[in-house]
């Protein structure tokens, strides 16, 4: 048995066997084997050697005589390298010599033929490195199962071990069979972690090598709670575990008793309390968990499908069926925010050195304006279905704000224009996550007509701490002087001016911040549809007066760890926290 420890991204306990998803060498594991299980990793590399040579050969008989003959005879010369009794017999010499698992022996016995071959004087021995690399890369699919790689087409329940998973893989990944998830990089607010609490799928991310420790098949625990992993656990452990996973479901069910009741508190205040989404299937999660409405609905990973973007028609049919879906409740839509940690392959141009400062959201929207007018037709045209709000990310200036707001103002026109019907007073509000929009709230309030903080971009770029970034994830401090202050200004100013503040990072679903939040005065919070009923709860056992005289407080103190002390024991001794 052995235990990691990483960032808890998404509560939850889960039990199952693991399923590394690795992409490249630098991610093949690398552990110690006894002397008894050389014999084992020997027949399983014969095993993937045998089945790498038959699917070799089936290529080859599925080709017609003539390209046999001419491209694909580099084929037949692998099915040979496959079965040499010289090369087994190296990969098995290997074994025993290095006592660790047989894909490390393969890189290495590879390495070492690649290493003599380039330096051969011949050509054609120089040129047969490249089959040699290819055979290896097969070989190693079927020993680290990746033939059923896509994480699509997932058909038993699995937790998935990865170096780092794409938005791409997220959203596409069978969510039904993914039970856990542990991974070596990755922070609490990297899109893995949001997307794992969107989905409720319990992760522990930031776990540096976890890659390199586990194996497939091994029984994994992932106490998404703790931001603990334990691969192989021994009996006691496990069942441990396994009634904590069980106290921890009864725990959830029990809190949905909330969604019936109001978020007010005791003096009465009533507070919209919201869900974050990703994907319009989210809805059913929204509704069982009591929402007041869609604070955030990141629209971006609607436009990750295989090989292309989402046209009109797709964006309008997915934003209506989100309305239709809360035809009395408000729906934030936010515009397409690309770039930085959210890199969509199929648009072209974002491998920027300074990605997170760099061409992202509006600044991209601004530049492909196709793409832009386009989601705002389709959101427009589905403004009649419900009441939508229309939200543009990562607003820096009011120049920007003007420059989206006459885009809109075209688009709008364009409709008209066509006789096609639209909301002529929709909602349009922005989010406050860069610090420079947060100290000119006072200027951007009077624009828009209503604000979102992201405190996920906020924090980071407050801070300058990469929010993805595990190596200085001790820096980033939703609790900082530097971004309370920077909450309470937004807030303050916004309310000056007569409108609303939500928040939608996820600092708005940490069930310790929700009094803090509170006593600054946020109007609303929006967060993974299952912390709903958890902060739900916290807001209804308190009054503003105890909350403003808690934030009138923590002003008062000068660091983060001073602030953060003090509130993890005020909210402990006051309510039982479920996820911390
Ligand atoms: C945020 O930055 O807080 C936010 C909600 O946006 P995202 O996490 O999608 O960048
Ligand atoms: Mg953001």
């Excluded at 200004?489 to 000056?496: G, K």
Aim: with cysteine; charged share 25%; glycine share 6%.
């Amino acid at each position: 048995m052995k235990e990691f420890t990483g960032i808890s991204a998404s509560p939850g306990i889960a039990i199952g066997r693991a399923f590394p998803y690795l992409e490249d060498s630098t991610t093949i594991p690398h552990y110690d084997i006894t002397d008894n299980q050389i014999a084992m990793e020997y027949q399983r590399f014969v095993e993937a050697a045998d089945k790498a040579a038959v699917e070799i050969q089936d290529i080859i008989d599925n080709t017609s005589e003539e390209d046999r003959y001419t491209e694909n005879n580099f084929l037949e010369t692998h099915v040979m390298m496959l079965n040499d009794p010289e090369f087994r017999q190296k990969v098995n010499e290997g074994l025993k010599q290095q006592q660790v698992n047989v894909e490390r022996v393969l890189m290495d016995v590879v390495d070492d033929l690649v290493g003599k071959m380039s330096n051969a004087q011949d050509s054609y021995l120089q040129e047969r490195t490249v089959d040699l690399h290819d055979v290896s890369r097969r070989v190693l699919n079927h020993l680290l199962y990746r033939e059923r790689l896509s994480l699509a087409d997932l058909q038993e329940e699995i937790i998935l071990v990865t170096h780092n998973l794409l938005p791409t893989d997220a959203v596409l990944m069978n969510k039904r069979m993914v039970k856990g998830i542990a991974m070596d990089v990755g922070g609490k607010t990297s899109h893995t972690a949001i997307l794992s609490r969107a989905f409720e799928i319990p992760a522990v991310l930031g776990l540096s090598s976890i890659t390199q420790e586990v194996r497939t098949g091994d029984t994994l625990i992932i106490d998404g709670n703790k931001g603990v992993v334990i691969v192989e656990p021994d009996d006691k452990t496990l069942d441990q575990y396994v009634s904590n996973r069980k106290e921890w479901e009864r725990r959830e069910v029990q809190l949905l008793y909330m969604n019936e009741l109001a978020a007010e508190t005791t003096d009465g205040k009533l507070i919209k309390l919201t869900a974050n989404i990703e994907v319009p299937e989210e809805i059913d999660s929204v509704l069982s968990h009591g929402a007041d409405g869609i604070g955030l609905f990141r629209s971006e990973f609607l436009f990750i499908q295989p090989n292309r973007i989402a046209d009109e028609e797709e964006q309008y049919q997915a934003y209506s069926k989100v309305l239709q879906a809360m035809p009395e409740s408000p729906v934030t839509i936010r515009t397409l925010d690309v770039g930085g940690d959210k890199v969509i392959p199929e648009l072209k141009g974002m491998d920027e050195q300074n990605p997170i400062l760099g061409w992202r959201a509006v600044r991209f929207c601004l530049s492909n304006l196709d793409i832009f007018r386009t989601q705002l037709r389709a959101l427009l045209r589905a403004s009649p279905e419900g009441d939508l709000r229309i939200m543009f990310p990562m607003i820096s200036g009011v120049e920007e704000l003007v420059n989206v707001m006459n885009v809109l103002n075209e688009v709008k026109e364009d409709l008209r224009r066509e006789n096609i019907p639209f909301n002529e007073d929709i909602p349009v509000g922005i989010m406050i996550e860069v610090p420079s929009a947060a100290l000119t709230s006072d200027i951007l309030a009077k624009e828009a007509s209503f604000f979102s903080i992201g405190t996920n971009d906020l924090i980071q770029y407050t801070i300058a701490v990469d929010r993805g970034n595990e190596k200085i994830a001790y820096l980033y401090e939703p609790f900082h002087p530097g971004v309370l202050r920077l909450l309470q200004i937004v807030i303050h100013q916004a309310h000056e001016q007569g409108i609303e503040v939500s928040m939608c990072g996820e600092l708005a679903g940490d069930p310790y911040a929700a009094v803090i939040l509170l006593g600054l005065g946020l109007d609303e919070y929006s967060m993974s549809s299952f912390s709903i009923p958890e902060v739900k709860k916290i807001i209804r056992s308190v009054s503003m007066s105890t909350a403003e005289e808690l934030v009138g407080e923590i002003l008062e103190m000068k660091s983060y760890h001073e602030i953060d002390r003090y509130i993890r024991s005020w909210m402990d001794e006051r309510f039982e926290i479920l996820s911390r």
